[in-house]
């Protein structure tokens, strides 16, 4: 590790101890960032990337709420408000058990460089709770999030902090924090993004993480005079990422040969096509059931308790969770062939596997650039909230196609190295940090 690298990740360390996932997210940044701001010095004599390091405000609280037995459960609410620059802070919320302070400020730091990359005045936040809607009535859930936006409301606001849906929150959940935000302050605001589009939401919202990735690598792709069109695709998860993934992928030609979920992988050689997709839709976002009923289904492999990176393909979309492709997954995908690695989940490959795919020259789109799909039709939707007006399908897919590609183009930007190879996750670190950086130093210390 480089000496001014290590001297910054002892301070780092020292001030976030037992924060795993928070230090791997800036330790990834940081090994792009210090280099460049030593060659600028406006931005190191600021310290930026410190500052940016450090949460502007961290809230924790208790959601108290009643199950259908009638016995009190108690969660672990959070808002990390980790910079607002550019703009109000914005993020999702995440239902997790898995959620910890941890994990929230790596998603939050890495939302400050997403949401700069969009070219949108928004800031980076995050949130959410250690509850599992899983397996919860609709009243369970309904309860929780009340609770849960007795608090959250004094904290967020149209103008201050804009949450949004995560692992967990889909179109329920924000319906029932939306209708007690409402309630509690008696205004009708643009306070969440991915609301229903009868009550302020907007088209394309849902679809937007999912068919922004893929957007990015048709950019990826053309570059080198390539498409996605007969590619065979690999894509963890069957949530929304992954579904309108897949989606898009059937849409533009290509051959979906996996999915997976918490319990194993289905690998299906004939491919995924639209009718197989509206089954798994069904299947996930109704029924709440897991992959393996597709695997039954449609007589095709499940690999349980395994993740699908051993398939041979030619694009792999990691759309799960973090950390889901480690060193040797990624070594196994390059020897495979695969030409391009597609991050639609957030730090979902290791520093490892990142510096696998980088040695071996291949195709990787970050997280940070290749998912802001969503986050920019979440902006999108917040001008719509502000303008009172609901742009068409068309228009709204249009501008998210123009933010993707401009986003790609500031990637190759400050990516692109001596050899011609554009070292993505490079580019996008430093074209989001550029932004806010500049931002900061025009603010003055605060």
Not at 369 to 395: I, P
Not at 396 to 410: E, M
């Amino acid at each position: 590790m480089d000496s001014s690298i290590k001297t910054f990740m002892s301070k780092i360390e020292f001030r976030n101890a037992h924060e795993p996932e928070f230090l791997q997210a800036v330790y990834e940044v940081a090994e792009s960032i210090i280099p460049f701001s030593e060659k600028n010095s406006k931005y190191k004599i600021n310290k930026i990337l410190e500052r940016i390091a450090e949460p502007e405000r961290v809230i924790i609280f208790r959601v108290p709420w009643l199950n259908d037995k009638g016995e009190v459960e108690i969660n672990r609410g959070f808002r990390v408000q980790m910079n607002s620059a550019i703009g109000p802070y914005k993020g999702g919320l995440r239902f997790h058990p898995s959620v910890n302070l941890s994990v929230l400020k790596f998603l939050a730091f890495e939302q400050v460089f997403k949401n700069s990359l969009t070219g949108l005045p928004m800031g980076g936040g995050k949130g959410g709770s250690d509850f599992d809607p899983k397996g919860k009535s609709d009243a369970e859930v309904m309860k929780f999030c009340q609770s849960f936006m007795t608090e959250l409301y004094r904290h967020v606001g149209a103008d201050i902090d804009v949450p949004a849906g995560d692992i967990g929150v889909g179109a329920r959940e924000i319906g029932f924090l939306f209708g007690q935000y409402k309630r509690i302050r008696g205004e009708f605001t643009g306070v969440l993004t991915g609301k229903g589009f009868e009550w302020g939401g907007s088209l394309i919202r849902p679809e937007a993480t999912g068919y922004g990735v893929v957007y990015f690598v048709e950019e990826m792709l053309k570059l080198k005079g390539d498409s996605l069109k007969g590619k065979n695709v690999v894509i963890s998860g069957s949530g929304n990422v992954a579904q309108y993934t897949a989606e898009k992928c059937i849409e533009v030609g290509a051959k979906v040969l996996t999915l997976s979920d918490s319990e194993g992988f289905v690998y299906d050689p004939d491919g995924i096509d639209t009718e197989k997709l509206k089954y798994i839709m069904e299947l996930k976002n109704s029924r709440r059931g897991r992959i393996k009923e597709y695997a039954d289904k449609f007589n095709c492999q499940f690999f349980a308790g395994e993740k699908p990176w051993g398939i041979k393909c030619d694009v792999a979309f990691p759309n799960a969770t973090q950390n889901e492709v480690n060193e040797n997954d990624a070594k196994i995908l390059v020897e495979n062939g695969c030409l391009c690695v597609a991050e639609g989940a957030n730090m979902p490959s290791t520093p490892d596997a990142i510096h696998v795919f980088e040695k071996a020259k291949i195709l990787y789109a970050p997280g940070k650039a290749a998912n802001a799909g969503g986050v920019a039709v979440s902006g999108l939707e917040m001008s719509q909230n502000s303008l009172r007006y609901s742009w068409d399908r068309e228009k709204i897919d249009i501008k998210l196609k123009i933010i993707i590609a401009q986003i790609h183009q500031n990637c190759v930007k400050y990516g692109k190295e001596e050899d011609g190879y554009v070292n993505y996750g490079k580019g996008a670190n430093i074209a989001g940090f550029v932004k806010v950086a500049d931002a900061m130093i025009a603010q003055g210390i605060v």
